[in-house]
């Protein structure tokens, strides 16, 4: 007996493909028909899909340094961190960073959220995970996020055990420097410290011990009072 398969209307979409070239709402049109795809990103107009994730390289970083926000956000109400969320920037760039924090756009946040709920602009920090230096995060995209104001960028090259943390001044990316002990901390997110050397080793104790002593400073309880006030 034959049957016969009803028709769909994604059956009429071509499916997305790496190296298109697609506006923005074609990009969006046709990922929106492919509801298994889970990551893609629109990059100056072309189309780049994901290809398998390694645990050790892009699983685990992500993981932790997600932890390490998470912990942020639960003494400082009024941040929102997010994991691989699309990030619309203008009619050729959608991204898909590997984690994110903004100010909530209710208080003051760069961020706007479409009815769809999709984030439209750019976020105060982002978040990269890439095997090496040599890769579009560390290029294309980094020109990209300081073009549109992301105010601070991590890179974290994983096989090149490194933490690249810049940030904007004057429109262009400089080098955070850290501390004489090594800390990192953020100039936008007050008490966000990060122990690089803790992170790179899987040191989650260490990581979230210098966390918890960015979090006791006078700058992270203004901030959080001044984000709760508001």
């Avoid at 034959?2 to 298109?20: E, K, Q, Y």
């Avoid at 645990?55 to 932890?67: F, K, M």
């Avoid at 890769?135 to 601070?152: L, M």
């Avoid at 943390?165 to 090594?182: F, M, Q, T, V």
Wanted: with cysteine; aromatic share 6%; charged share 25%.
């Amino acid at each position: 007996m034959n049957t016969v398969t009803p028709f769909s209307a994604s059956d009429s979409i071509p499916p997305l493909r790496d190296g298109d070239g697609l506006s923005l709402d074609e990009f969006e049109r046709r990922w929106e028909a492919m509801p298994d795809l889970k990551f893609a990103e629109l990059i100056e107009g072309i189309v780049y899909l994901g290809g398998p994730v390694r645990l050790r390289e892009h699983g685990s970083p992500n993981v932790e340094i997600a932890a390490w926000l998470v912990n942020y956000k639960i003494d400082t109400p009024g941040v929102i961190p997010g994991l691989h969320c699309s990030l619309r920037l203008d009619a050729r760039n959608e991204l898909q960073p590997d984690v994110l924090m903004m100010i909530d756009p209710a208080l003051g946040g760069q961020v706007r959220l479409d009815e769809a709920g999709i984030a439209e602009g750019a976020p105060e920090l982002v978040i990269e995970v890439a095997a090496t230096g040599a890769c579009r995060d560390a290029t294309i995209k980094s020109r990209i996020y300081e073009r549109f104001g992301v105010r601070e960028y991590v890179l974290w090259r994983v096989r090149d055990r490194e933490i690249d943390w810049s940030i904007l001044r004057d429109g262009r990316y400089e080098a955070l420097k850290p501390d004489a002990d090594g800390t990192l901390r953020s100039e936008v997110f007050p008490g966000l410290w990060l122990n690089p050397d803790a992170m790179l080793t899987a040191d989650l104790a260490g990581v979230l011990a210098t966390l918890q002593r960015g979090l006791a400073t006078p700058e992270h309880a203004a901030f959080a009072a001044r984000l709760g006030g508001a």
